[in-house]
């Protein structure tokens, strides 16, 4: 049964970048069968796609944040990462990793989530 | 555009049916899921491929579709099913979700 545990920073000021990383096992992280994405859920809000990384390394954003987001795959470990810039108050949210299935795009396995304050 | 549309909020008596649509565009040609979100929980996948239950998922739970609408149903809706729940689509690169609807059930 595959497992994936996020970890990183609770808090992060203004402008700084936050880092992310989701260690992934019971399952090779190469498996193309799968997707690795990150999702975000503001505070009493919905959920909100990041991006999603192939074991290849092709990576996909959501156009509202592509500019900012860097999603990559740590050759030989079984970990992906996420990298947000230039961090607002707006980015404060339980962060998710996930694993999508290529076949339909249902996503069974996540994260118990992250969250991350961006504050001074 | 790419938005899937969902009640903010749907009212059930104990027993009785729930039904929470999902629209948009991009349901047309593409697979819905649908997740249960209970407060501190990470979501559950309930529904994928349309219709398709995941094993462990009560049989209560069902799913459908209809041109660029898909729609959960709860029969039997029980008091724990109270939560939110999530719509998602995905076009073998992106994937949108939902605002999300909070099933309330009383």
């Known amino acids: 049964q595959v497992q994936l545990q996020e970890s990183g920073p609770g808090l992060v000021k203004p402008s700084q970048t936050l880092s992310l990383t989701c260690n992934v096992s019971?399952?090779?992280?190469?498996?193309?069968?799968?997707?690795w994405s990150w999702i975000r859920q503001p505070p009493g809000k919905g959920l909100e796609w990041i991006g999603n990384i192939y074991y290849s390394g092709s990576s996909y954003y959501n156009p509202s944040l592509k500019s900012r987001v860097t999603i990559s795959m740590v050759p030989s470990k079984s970990h992906f990462s996420l990298k947000l810039i230039s961090v607002t108050a707006a980015d404060t949210a339980v962060y998710y990793c996930a694993r999508l299935g290529f076949a339909y795009g249902a996503i069974r396995h996540w994260g118990q989530g992250t969250p991350v304050t961006v504050s001074s | 555009s790419d938005e899937l549309i969902q009640p903010s909020s749907v009212s059930v008596s104990p027993g009785q049916t729930a039904t929470i649509t999902c629209s948009g565009v991009?349901?047309?040609?593409?697979?819905s899921s649908w997740y249960q979100q209970r407060p501190g929980q990470s979501p559950l996948l309930i529904i994928y491929q349309d219709t398709k239950r995941p094993s462990g998922i009560p049989e209560r739970f069902s799913g459908s579709i209809s041109g660029n609408t898909a729609t959960l149903t709860i029969s039997g809706t029980q008091t724990l099913d109270e939560a939110d729940y999530y719509c998602?689509?995905?076009?073998?690169?992106?994937?949108?979700f939902g605002g999300g609807t909070k099933l309330t059930v009383l």
């Open positions: 991009k349901l047309g040609n593409t697979f």
């Open positions: 998602q689509a995905w076009d073998s690169r992106t994937v949108v």
């Open positions: 019971g399952g090779s992280i190469y498996n193309g069968d799968y997707y």
